[in-house]
């Protein structure tokens, strides 16, 4: 059976050790922000994730969601789960105070969305997409709306969604077919099919807010007429109490490879009542602020993912007695080895490791920039932290997704045939982080984003708050002989980055093509590259704190560096390479070549 | 919904055109065997599996097998199925005619395994352990066992298994617990438990072989005193009627993250009558004869899951209106230009169709140096495709199934969001794909088979059979400047394998780590070097037959080689700089700094 403990003290070096909270207590508004508040933040969390949510985990995947007439059950445990939940008030922990929130840095929650995914990563899409919509209405509703419904929604008694994808339009919401006509009172009524709405319907919350993309009459075709509504399944009373059953209702829940009690629904949208949020047309521009929410918090899924695979496969790993180690027996006294002595065993521990923790630190670090992005006081310092955001969003998302992916995988490897046995757990995280790669925008989108839009954008200026630091970071310790072994692999791959940002932007205005072939391996490449350097900040620390009662802590920080430059970080070289290949071989290949023949 | 078509055209080419099937007509026995009976037969067997075995394949996942009171019964339509493959004679056609057999190649059997894999990878398992036990039988068992159970297994009214692992022991067998008790009248009473046996007990066949591995009294402990019984589900009367039911019984079924039609037991042997197969103390290396076979197998189970996978993988990107060109408008008449205009789309369905023809060209080289093995005249021609043989299982087995893994996941992800939803049928390749890299030895074990015993093997006698032809190849086509673009990479990753494995030699003697840190690497970097290899040939032959009515067959066989060169062998780079990093970043890294802390 899998266990799971919330890695604080890891979670911890990187805030505090790596970054230091005193970037956030420099923002206004959390200057009072004590290290020791938020410990006890993380340690009733860890709690809530270790003792209540992760115990539901393999039940809920083996019940599923059940759905009969347009109700949908969640497995057994979650609604009471949900309701803890609600009730130690973790579903107001970075909200606005003016509607109840406890107004912390979403650092702070970022932390606990990466215990809430590893312990049920199922049941961390309920709360994900509510607090999408919260900030999707906080940003761009009217008072009235704000008013109205957002204290349920800090509260968690009410849940939301995000609906967009139809059946015919996921990636091209351009030519998505659900209208919204106007009425006389000012409200819409909204027609039409979404699919693949996460916690669409559910039995968690009283009520559940729908924010929806429409056309109405007037919308021209295409992105540009598209415009948000807010749709509640039940209307709101102007007292705030239940009205009647808006026309929002499940068709269907999907069966999934994972995830699964998370209840992914077909909606039906038979002239449901809705309401203008944000200016007409401006519906795909604002659901964006929704969307690089969203997609963070699918990266940190993926971290939280990658975090309980390792963790288990660790365990595994020590405790399984096989074979003898290559040299020798390492414990003659039992009746084999047990199967971390093996180097191709240590390979993928340390790989795991490694990839996890260095997401840890690259999630953390752009959660940071979020807080300041959103509390600077200085407009030049919210604008840097705004483009590092820009910039690191699809990165986060991308590689976190993809690494979780790999990572489970490798745990269910270490496992051997045991890892393919559902009660055994590790085919489960496996099957739950496939999902990653593909929702909130597929990883190819991701790419293209990055490539397409976030490295033209500003005129460079967006790229510069990444590459800016790593430059001054290799220029300070680049004669620093302690630290050649790190900052010499640093140097040299974020040459290749360099490199292949300066090749885009040459062949990419004149055959978008280049752009779009290179976009998958540009951002691994960028990826490795901010691990590369977060390392080497991890190991500054480390080495400075190794003769503290920690040591084999520190210590282990540095060694796990050490095997990511020596191990990991060289594929820079081929991505390098994939990328001066170009766009050729993709597009000199002849469509029917494909076949079939 | 998926569907499958065989890619006859592209076996075809592979068998006729690369190979040619002279090589059959070589060996004594198949003189006579002419294309068209080779084609007729194929053309049966794919009918088979399109119409018989896919359309039970989702239905098999969602049904799975049920187990009650020690009875499995397979999916609904499994039996049915069986029992025509059966009728048509599918189960004895590589078979020895001594027996029933119809002593086709092992060539025409390898490509019905693809295709049965493709259709229905759950299906194959039945098939592909009876015939594992047949040929173990057949090779090591006395003529009274042969002549009492080798008919019926050969006709497919008996099935096979192998039973090795138990809970405590699957790689390291030598600690194994089962006992066989020698008795007064020669046979042996069997006690002991085997786990994660394949189709261990179902309801396809009258009657269950199991070639089972167990300890003698006098067995001393480790692998070498293991022995090998035959364990018959029914005893077998002296007139082949079968007899009383034997204490060999399955206890329970797992449940599995795939392949759920396939029925992996728990089986309990209780004072079971066994009978010694081959000589005592033997068991072990007889056992690799089924091994071996079985291995092949399971990487041609690979070759059939990535061959789907990508057939649905293209249609849909073929179907899918979604964007329109980074360059414009492809399709202005439609809604949306389909997503293979994608860069990012097309690299996808490329990597996959570069790597699927390369693995079946991989395993169809394979295959036919295994039918050399067996029936050459010549000794040193047998001798010499015995080798090949021994030095390309463990790439078979463990490329073909880490790539059919890696590919089912490119397919899912081809199809979005909907590749996560079963009905589609995507995420059902990728579950069923997953155990390949474990079962019949980890992945990690094959690298290890690959470095440790193949690489040292008959001082280099082994690891030539490969390198001679490449070394040959490339000195006679170096200066072709036609080819130039296919063997100049060629050149160049197989000096990154030549150094590695020269390097390896120096290193490992004095620490086995050294391989152990190598050998997953070492593996895929051989397995990239052979696929280029064999893409030159391809692209020979291709070069001289562009002027032929099927010129866009040809053509695509040369853009895929350039796609291969171009973007996924430069791979083989990262693989050799790994290679060189040696077990130092594995092994020097401490116990204690895997945490947790």
């Not at 007439?69 to 497995?75: A, C, E, F, K, S």
């Not at 807080?371 to 910039?391: G, M």
Request: proline share 4%; with cysteine.
């Amino acid at each position: 059976m899998p266990s799971y403990k919330a890695p604080l003290r890891d979670i911890s070096f990187v805030l505090k050790e790596v970054f230091g909270t005193d970037q956030l207590r420099s923002l206004p508004g959390y200057e009072d922000l004590q290290d020791t508040d938020m410990d006890a933040i993380l340690d009733e969390a860890a709690k809530f994730c270790e003792n209540t949510l992760f115990p539901l985990n393999r039940t809920g995947d083996e019940e599923g969601c059940h759905f009969e007439n347009g109700v949908v059950t969640t497995p057994k445990g979650f609604k009471e789960a949900y309701k803890s939940f609600v009730d130690i008030g973790w579903s107001s922990l970075s909200c606005n105070p003016t509607y109840g929130g406890q107004g912390l840095p979403l650092t702070i929650s970022t932390i606990f969305t990466e215990m809430i995914s590893s312990a049920n990563s199922s049941f961390s899409t309920y709360p994900l997409l509510a607090t999408g919509a919260y900030h999707l209405l906080e940003k761009h509703g009217s008072e009235e709306l704000k008013n109205k419904y957002l204290p349920k929604m800090v509260g968690g008694q009410w849940g939301g969604t995000m609906c967009l994808t139809e059946s015919h339009c996921g990636t091209d919401l351009g030519l998505l077919r659900t209208k919204a006509a106007p009425q006389a009172d000012g409200t819409y009524k909204l027609t039409g099919t979404k699919i693949f709405i996460t916690s669409g319907e559910h039995d968690l919350t009283e009520n559940i807010i729908h924010m929806v993309i429409a056309r109405t009459p007037d919308g021209v075709p295409g992105t540009k007429g598209i415009s948000l509504f807010l749709v509640p399944k039940f209307l709101v009373n102007d007292d705030g109490s239940l009205g009647a059953r808006n026309g929002a209702t499940c068709a269907s829940i999907e069966h999934k490879m994972g995830i699964k009690a998370s209840a992914t629904c077909v909606m039906n949208f038979d002239e449901a009542t809705g309401y203008l949020v944000g200016d007409l047309f401006k519906g795909m521009s604002n659901m964006f602020v929704m969307m690089n929410s969203a997609r963070l918090g699918i990266g940190v899924q993926g971290l939280g993912l990658g975090e309980i695979a390792y963790q288990n496969a660790l365990a595994y790993a020590k405790d399984r007695l096989q074979g003898r180690s290559l040299t020798g027996p390492k414990y003659p006294d039992k009746m084999a080895d047990p199967i971390i002595v093996h180097p191709d065993v240590r390979r993928m521990l340390l790989t795991m490791k490694a990839l996890n923790e260095g997401n840890r630190m690259l999630v953390l670090w752009t959660a940071l920039q979020l807080d300041r992005s959103q509390s600077a006081k200085d407009p030049a310092a919210k604008q840097e932290a705004e483009d590092f955001n820009q910039l690191m969003t699809p990165i986060v998302k991308a590689f976190c997704t993809d690494t979780a992916f790999e990572l489970a995988s490798l745990g269910v490897q270490v496992f051997g045939g045991h890892g393919y046995i559902r009660e055994n757990g590790m085919e489960q995280y496996l099957r739950d982080a496939r999902i990653g790669m593909l929702y909130e925008g597929t990883n190819g989108i991701q790419a293209m984003d990055l490539i397409g839009r976030k490295l033209p954008m500003g005129g460079g200026r967006v790229v510069q708050t990444f590459f800016g630091p790593v430059q001054a970071f290799i220029e300070q310790h680049k004669n620093d002989e302690k630290m050649a072994e790190f900052v010499g692999p640093l140097e040299k791959a974020f040459g290749r980055l360099q490199q292949a940002t300066g090749l885009i932007a040459q062949k990419a205005p004149s055959d978008h093509n280049e752009a779009g072939a290179a976009a998958a391996d540009y951002l691994k490449l960028f990826a490795l590259v901010a691990h590369a350097y977060l390392w080497c900040r991890a190991v500054l620390v480390a080495k400075d704190k190794l003769s503290s009662s920690e040591k084999a802590f520190y210590q282990s920080k540095i060694e796990t560096a050490r095997f990511f430059m020596e191990k990991l970080l060289p594929q820079t070289g081929t991505l390098a390479v994939n990328i001066a290949a170009g766009a050729g071989p993709l597009m000199n290949f002849q469509d029917e070549s494909f076949g079939p023949f």
